[in-house]
């Protein structure tokens, strides 16, 4: 939350005091950050002086995100200054605005409807103040009458139409996370060779609220040791596959739908020979590769240093970790020299 980060509180949780005392510094607007304030000798009504504050957080949905505080100090620019500044006073508003009606003439007038929209009425000593944060919309671009607006430099503008061009032609991706989770470690023996079992989950999470992804699956690849089934049987089910003698293990259709906010999890066993362990001081190396049918691949890479005893805390075994990296952020030569170099050109 915005007012979290300029506020140090949820906006559910702004008073007075945290206004007043936000105002005592200047403060300058800025492409997140919008001040109205409000004056009695305005002869408008409540309605007309409502477009300015929807025209800004139509502005806010697409371009960052931001938040606007309306009952703010007056603003002005002082001399040799390009930026107005707002400081002092809180400018107390006499009308008294519920959530449920500015949400209304919000979605009556911005089309399309979003959400995750955030209102706060402020009971002033006199009168009101409203605070108000948007989210940067993930169904841009919105308008306002028939136009849009985008935030620069501090100011809301009527949007160009290359701007306008480029969010109707973005892509969005479902943001896809995953992670590996140390579960269990055990000395076993396994035909006859002492033999470590290390318990592995996998957890994928879908963050984007208005995006289903599908057909998730995921490559799990280990520095040492194989993967539980290689010996098993276990290849040749038909979502389930190794590689390189059981170091690699993959998992297609994990789940065909993965709605917002869902966890999938899976639990899986490596097996690490105790020679192997003793050979590397018991360091090992995760790689978790995961996709699905409309995310690109990302990779979450850890390092662990196993030890001999078994502890409750196995977090302490993870030395090192790089989790939800894109693929794309780690390639480091052109597609073009990668073709060349398969092909031998």
Same mark, same amino acid.
Do not use: G, H
């Given at each position: 939350m915005l007012t979290q980060t300029f506020l140090n509180k949820s906006i559910d949780?702004?008073? !007075?005091e945290d206004l007043t005392n936000f105002f005592i510094e +200047?403060? !300058? *607007?800025?492409?997140? %950050? +919008?001040? #109205?304030? &409000?004056?009695?000798? =305005?002869?408008?009504? @409540?309605?007309? #002086?409502? &477009?300015?504050? %929807?025209k800004t957080i139509c502005a806010f949905l697409n371009s960052e995100g931001g938040m606007l505080i309306w009952g703010a100090p007056l603003g002005h620019t002082p001399e040799g200054r390009k930026e107005k500044i707002f400081v002092g006073e809180l400018t107390s508003i006499p009308d008294q605005i519920e959530k449920d009606t500015f949400i209304s003439k919000f979605s009556n007038r911005i089309t399309p409807i979003p959400s995750g929209l955030l209102f706060k009425k402020v009971n002033l000593s006199s009168g009101f103040a409203y605070v108000i944060e948007a989210s940067k919309s993930e169904i841009s671009p919105h308008q306002l009458k028939d136009k &849009?607006?985008?935030r620069l430099d501090g100011q809301t503008r009527e949007a160009p139409y290359h701007y306008i061009e480029a969010l109707f032609k973005k892509v969005r991706y479902p943001n896809l996370t995953g992670f590996v989770k140390l579960m269990s470690w055990k000395l076993n023996t396994i035909q006859g060779v002492p033999t470590y079992t290390l318990g592995l989950q996998f957890f994928f999470f879908n963050l984007s609220k208005l995006q289903n992804d599908y057909n998730i699956s995921y490559r799990v690849m280990s520095s040492h040791g194989q993967f539980h089934g290689w010996n098993f049987g276990l290849q040749t089910q038909h979502n389930l596959s190794f590689e390189e003698n059981g170091a690699i293990l993959s998992v297609q259709n994990l789940k065909e739908v993965i709605h917002y906010g869902e966890m999938l999890h899976e639990s899986r066993i490596l097996h690490i020979p105790e020679s192997t362990l003793e050979a590397t001081d018991w360091h090992i190396e995760l790689f978790l590769y995961f996709g699905a049918k409309n995310s690109p691949m990302k990779v979450s890479t850890y390092k662990l240093h196993l030890k001999n005893n078994i502890t409750a805390d196995y977090n302490e075994? @993870? *030395? =090192?970790? !790089? *989790? /939800?990296?894109?693929?794309? =952020? %780690?390639?480091?030569?052109? =597609? *073009? !020299? #990668?073709?060349? /170099?398969? %092909?031998g050109r």
């Open positions: 949780d702004i008073t !007075e +200047e403060r !300058e *607007e800025s492409t997140q %950050l +919008e001040y #109205k304030s &409000f004056s009695a000798l =305005d002869e408008s009504n @409540i309605n007309e #002086k409502m &477009f300015p504050i %929807l &849009f607006y985008m075994w @993870i *030395e =090192d970790y !790089e *989790e /939800n990296v894109l693929m794309s =952020d %780690l390639v480091t030569i052109s =597609d *073009e !020299e #990668k073709i060349r /170099n398969i %092909l």
